[in-house]
C-alpha cells in the first residue's frame, strides 16, 4: 500500500495539515517519506466523539462477531506482506527475522483474545440465587457480570514496532473487552503505524462496525496529553518512560473523573546467581547472560540490568566470561537518536560514579546511533548508599552487585524498587538461600523464574508482564497474556430484575452453555 502520511478519523481522510514530521532510518540517519501530519487537538475531539458514538454498538456485539472482528485484524495485517516487514525495519533497524516474529506475536496474540473472547470467561458470570424463605433475612436474586469501561486510549511503544503498537497488546485486550480504542501511534515508525492502522480499519468495515471503533492519530505529547484528557477516554495503555507513564497518570488522575492508566514504565530485572550455580556453570552463565544483554541491542523492557551474587572466585570467574563474551558484541542501531542519546547519558553517569568499576565493553559501533555494551561492577554496600545506582538504563549495559553474604543480599533485595521479571540461577544446594529470598522476590516482581533469561515474553494465559511500581503504575494486572482483558472491564451487578431485563448471558437459559458461579459452585458449559 502506498503510504498517505494523513489522519484517518472514521471515514474521514485529513491532510496537508500545518505540523508534520518524517521518520527516520536509525540505522542510517536518512529520513524517510512521506511526511506524516500531526493530529491537533481539534482531531482529537472528533476520535474521541466518534468512538463514545460507537461503543453502545461495539459492547452489545455477539462473542462470536468480536471473536471473528479480532481475526479479521490478524488477517488484513498478513496481508500486508513484506511491506510491512521492510517498512517496520527500515523505520526502526531491527533485523528482518525480529520484526517476522513480532508480526507472528502480534497476530497471535489476536487470535488468542478470540478464543478468549469465545470461552466467555472473561465475562466472570455469577448468580447467587434467591433465598425468599431464608431467617432472619430474605435473600435477593443477585447476578454479575464484567462489562466493557468505553474507549480506551492506547500509547505506541518505541521498541515494538508490532506487538506493543498500533494493533498491539493492549489494543487487542481492549477491542475483545468490548471497548473501541483511539491509539496514539510512536513517531518512531508512523509508516508502520499507518500501515497496521490501515489493516485494523479494513477489518472494521469487513465487519460492518461502527467506524470509531478505532482510531490511530500521530502527534506530539500534547496529542497525547488532550487524548487522556478528554471525558470520553476511559482508561489508558502506555508502554515507555517512567516519566511519560508518571505524566500521563497525573493527568489522568487530575480529571474531574479519573481515570485508569495502566503503564509500563521501568524495570532492571535483576538476575541472582547462586553460589551453587556460579561454582557448577560460572563460564557458561557468563556468556548466556552477555546473549540476554545484547539482544535486541539491549532495548527490551525484560534486559537483565542488575546482577546479583556473592564475593569471590566463582563471580569472578562469571566476570571474566561475561568481560570476553562481551568484547565480541558488535552493536547494532538502537531504536531511535533519543534512545541512543538516553543510553549513552546513562552510561556515562555510570562511568563517572566513584563508587562503580567498568570492567568490560563491547566493540564499537560502525555507524549512526550504536550503543556500545558496558559491564560495570559495585559492591553491595555502595549500592546500598547511592540510590541512582538502582535507575533503568535502557540499552545493552549492566550492573554487577557483589555482596559479602546471604544477608546483604537480601538486604539490598528488600531495597529494590519493583521489577517486571526476577530469575535465579541455582542449583538443588541453592535451595535455602533460595526460599529465603522468594518472599522477598515475590513483593518485588511480577515474574519469577528460574535458570533461564527474562528476555523473551511468552503470550499465553499464565503469563503475568506487570510489576509492582515502577515497572508498572499498577501492579495488579498483566500488559501480555489472556488476562491483560480484565484491565478494561468492571463487575456490575443485577438485583431482583425481571428476565427481560437482564443482559442476554445472565439469563437462565443461556447460563448453562457459559462457564459461570452458582450459588458459590463453579459451573462449566454443557
Not at 169 to 194: F, I, N, Q, R
Not at 461 to 471: Q, T
Request: charged share 20%; net charge negative; proline share 6%.
Amino acid at each position: 500500500m502506498a503510504l498517505t502520511g494523513d489522519i484517518v478519523i472514521g471515514t474521514e481522510r485529513l491532510s496537508g495539515r500545518a505540523a508534520s514530521f518524517k521518520a527516520v532510518d536509525p540505522a542510517t540517519g536518512d529520513t524517510l517519506e512521506p511526511a506524516f501530519a500531526f493530529a491537533g487537538e481539534a482531531e482529537v475531539e472528533r476520535a474521541c466523539e466518534l468512538a463514545a458514538e460507537a461503543f453502545d454498538a461495539y459492547r452489545d456485539t455477539a462473542p462470536e462477531s468480536r471473536a471473528a472482528f479480532l481475526e479479521a485484524i490478524a488477517e488484513e495485517i498478513l496481508a500486508l506482506g513484506d511491506a510491512l516487514v521492510e517498512r517496520a525495519c527500515a523505520e526502526s533497524g531491527l533485523p528482518r527475522a525480529r520484526i517476522e516474529g513480532e508480526r507472528g506475536r502480534t497476530v497471535g496474540q489476536l487470535r488468542l483474545f478470540a478464543a478468549v473472547v469465545r470461552a466467555g470467561h472473561w465475562l466472570d458470570l455469577r448468580v447467587d440465587t434467591a433465598l425468599p424463605d431464608r431467617k432472619p433475612l430474605a435473600r435477593s436474586d443477585l447476578r454479575q457480570r464484567h462489562i466493557p469501561l468505553g474507549p480506551v486510549a492506547v500509547f505506541g511503544a518505541s521498541n515494538f514496532p508490532l506487538a506493543f503498537s498500533v494493533a498491539g497488546g493492549d489494543t487487542a485486550s481492549a477491542l475483545a473487552a468490548g471497548c473501541p480504542v483511539v491509539v496514539k501511534g510512536h513517531p518512531a515508525h508512523p509508516g508502520t503505524g499507518e500501515m497496521v492502522g490501515e489493516a485494523v480499519r479494513a477489518a472494521v468495515a469487513r465487519c460492518g462496525l461502527p467506524a470509531g471503533t478505532f482510531t490511530l492519530l500521530l502527534g506530539a505529547n500534547e496529542t497525547g496529553a488532550a487524548l487522556v484528557r478528554d471525558p470520553r477516554i476511559k482508561a489508558a495503555g502506555f508502554t515507555g518512560s517512567r516519566g511519560g507513564g508518571l505524566a500521563l497518570a497525573a493527568l489522568a488522575a487530575a480529571r474531574p473523573e479519573p481515570i485508569p492508566v495502566y503503564a509500563e514504565m521501568s524495570s532492571i530485572n535483576p538476575v541472582y546467581l547462586m553460589p551453587g550455580a556460579l561454582a557448577a556453570r560460572a563460564d557458561a552463565l557468563g556468556k548466556a547472560f552477555v546473549g540476554s544483554l545484547t539482544m535486541g541491542a539491549g532495548q527490551f523492557c525484560t534486559n537483565p540490568g542488575l546482577v546479583l551474587a556473592l564475593a569471590g572466585p566463582e563471580l569472578d570467574a562469571f566476570v571474566a566470561s561475561a568481560t570476553a563474551a562481551l568484547a565480541d558484541y558488535a552493536p547494532a542501531a538502537m531504536l531511535t537518536p533519543g534512545i541512543h542519546g538516553a543510553y549513552e547519558a546513562g552510561r556515562k553517569a555510570l562511568e563517572g560514579n566513584g563508587r562503580v568499576r567498568r570492567v568490560a565493553e563491547g566493540k564499537v559501533g560502525e555507524g549512526v546511533n550504536r550503543g556500545r555494551g558496558a559491564l560495570f561492577v559495585t559492591e553491595a554496600a555502595d549500592f546500598l548508599a547511592d540510590a541512582s545506582l538502582a535507575h533503568e538504563v535502557f540499552g545493552a549495559s549492566s550492573l554487577v552487585v557483589r555482596c559479602r553474604d546471604a544477608d546483604e543480599m537480601v538486604a539490598v533485595t528488600r531495597r529494590l524498587e519493583g521489577q517486571l521479571t526476577v530469575t535465579l540461577h541455582l542449583e538443588p544446594s541453592d535451595a535455602a538461600l533460595a526460599r529465603r529470598l522468594m518472599p522477598v522476590l515475590e513483593a518485588k516482581s511480577g515474574r519469577i523464574l528460574a535458570n533461564g533469561w527474562p528476555t523473551g515474553v511468552e503470550v499465553s494465559h499464565a503469563m503475568v508482564h506487570g510489576g509492582p511500581f515502577p515497572a508498572t503504575s499498577d501492579g495488579r494486572s498483566t500488559s501480555v497474556g489472556s488476562l491483560a482483558i480484565r484491565r478494561f472491564l468492571r463487575p456490575v451487578c443485577y438485583q431482583d430484575l425481571p428476565a427481560e431485563l437482564l443482559p442476554a448471558v445472565l439469563r437462565d437459559d443461556a447460563l448453562p452453555g457459559l462457564p459461570h458461579m452458582l450459588d458459590g459452585a463453579a459451573k462449566l458449559p454443557g
